[in-house]
């Protein structure tokens, strides 16, 4: 014998049950010494503006998107047989997001570093032409220095209906 509709509905705690967005990448709240925002920095490699095209976040999406979509459909039918709060779903979705992010940084290697930004040396200011010497970070891993943009990828969810 079936169950219709209205009765799951009556069995089911609804509240639970919510709409909401996650945003996987780095806020405006995030900079580096001096300021700098870190999102801003990450636009810069991801779409090359001013330095190499070092693209990460889109691969890291594009290249785990069937292990994500396969997450979440599991992840909801299980919410929902088990009658546990959707938004924690997408929080657990936020967290493998981020880590996704954050190993394409660990394993982006190309295009390598300059031998100025591994070796630091004598460069022309652009808006003065006075030569300053840059220090150099000693390595070549590109999107990797600090450590900061590693660090400050962040996911936030938001629910859009109760």
């Known amino acids: 014998m079936g169950m219709d509709v209205i009765t799951v509905k009556k069995k089911m705690d609804t509240t639970k049950y919510k709409e909401g967005v996650v945003r996987v990448g780095f806020f405006e709240s995030s900079k580096y010494d001096g300021g700098l925002s870190v999102a801003k920095v990450a636009r810069w490699n991801e779409f090359g503006i001013g330095v190499p095209k070092r693209p990460f976040m889109r691969p890291a999406m594009f290249e785990n998107r069937t292990k994500l979509k396969e997450f979440l459909r599991s992840a909801y039918m299980k919410a929902i047989k088990d009658n546990t709060d959707t938004m924690k779903v997408l929080e657990r979705f936020g967290e493998q997001c981020k880590g996704?992010?954050?190993?394409?940084?660990?394993?982006?290697?190309?295009?390598?570093n300059s031998p100025i930004t591994i070796y630091g040396g004598w460069i022309r200011n652009k808006k003065t032409g006075k030569p300053v010497y840059v220090e150099g970070k000693g390595f070549n891993a590109p999107l990797r220095d600090t450590g900061i943009m590693l660090h400050s990828v962040q996911h936030q969810e938001e629910e859009i209906r109760k």
């Open 100 to 112: 996704m992010i954050q190993n394409q940084i660990i394993s982006t290697y190309s295009p390598p």
